[in-house]
């Protein structure tokens, strides 16, 4: 397992089947249960993947996103993308080149930037409140 | 009395050295045998030349035929661990002037006897069939000419032959874009290669026995093969088949797609640009092949009344490193 940072980056096994299902949860779930966790995972050596293996892909999303964290994947094989895509599930991920232009990605907008008291209009509108002491 | 004589497997550059089972020649044996638009290059190619003033036809394979052309009392079947001696063989048993000679191979649309008629105007002792493409496997010879050992293949690759141009339509069913190339002109009418079925609506051909639930949607052209089923939900468009005995189920997109005779396709998928066969997938655009495990997405539908190839699966004998791959473009990066 490779770590840059706070985002983890974890090589797919090449069949992510019914019987290598349990071992991958078994590696990912912990970093699914830290703070806002964000992983990638390499797909360079997939070869296969079964339904079940597209449900954990699925589910570990899920967790990644309950807390406020993500899961993007990389380096897709060919046979990985074609998988997915026949599976309906490769929208649903956000997919990158290199495992480096994923990491990025998480660096792109550090979530520290956004302030988490503002209200939702503040950047569009501005503040409310002065526009209505100015009237 | 003119006869014919068709060799469904690999070209005879082999012959007699033993090399005949690169992944190529195997393909494309299988290929001829493959059932499409709901019959065989082989089934449709013996009802040409026998509409073509062919008097009989013998054909002559490595392996076992499918039920779906035998039968025939003007067809004869042969199966030889070497069909090129075989064919040899016969050709020179027979009397009259000409025999015309082919290897399936490619889909060839041509008028036998135009061509048999050319090669009598020619006086030559060999004429084989080319289009602006280059050769083809189609000869027309006298049996007394041809050689009486496994000399065959090399005395028609000779350079003292006069070529008979043919202007119709060919598919050299060289890789399994060729196959997908065929089956799209031949539900858009672009050649002679017609759907074996009802066309119930312009462009959506059904075959015989096949259901397509209420709900399920076919966008011309399309065809249903014998016996298939398409469950609610479904969608089937830009070309695609569904050849005999296969059922694609509750939900599943099919888009420029060929699903293979027995071949059962699960929920929810969407399946494009590709040939499907029992559990493998042969994606075209990515130049994938995929041999799913999993039951519940692709599996082959067991039927033991039903063969439609020579020798089993086709995409199973197909080296996609050594052959499919060479034909599709790679993915721009």
Redesign the interface.
Known sequence: MLTSGPVVVMQVPENL?AGEVNAFMGELGPLLESNRPRIVLDCSQVR?I???GVEALLQCLEEALKRDGDLKLASLS??A???L????VARVFESF?TSDEAVRSFNALPVDAVTQDAPWYSTVFGDLRAVKEAS | MVRAVVIVGPNGSGSGSGELSSAKLVANRSLACVEMLGRTVLGRTIEELLRGRIDSVVVIGTGPFTSAVMGHEKVDFFSAQDPWSKAAQKAASFDGDAVLLMRLGAYVEFDPADMLQFYRDQDRQLTRACNHEGCLDLWVINPSNVPRNDRLFAFLESENITPYFIPGYVNRLESPRDMRQLISDGLAGRCHFRPQGLEIKPGIWIGHGAQVERTARLVAPTFIGANSKISDQCLITRASSVESNSHIDYGTVIEDTTVLSNTYVGIGLDLSHSIVEGGHLLNLQHGVMLRMSDPVVLRRIKNSKVHSTIDGSFLANLDVRNMALSSVPKKEQ
Request: charge should be negative; hydrophobic fraction near 35%; charged fraction near 40%.
């Open positions: 089947d296969s079964d339904s079940a060919p046979e993308e074609v998988i895509e026949l599976m309906r080149q």
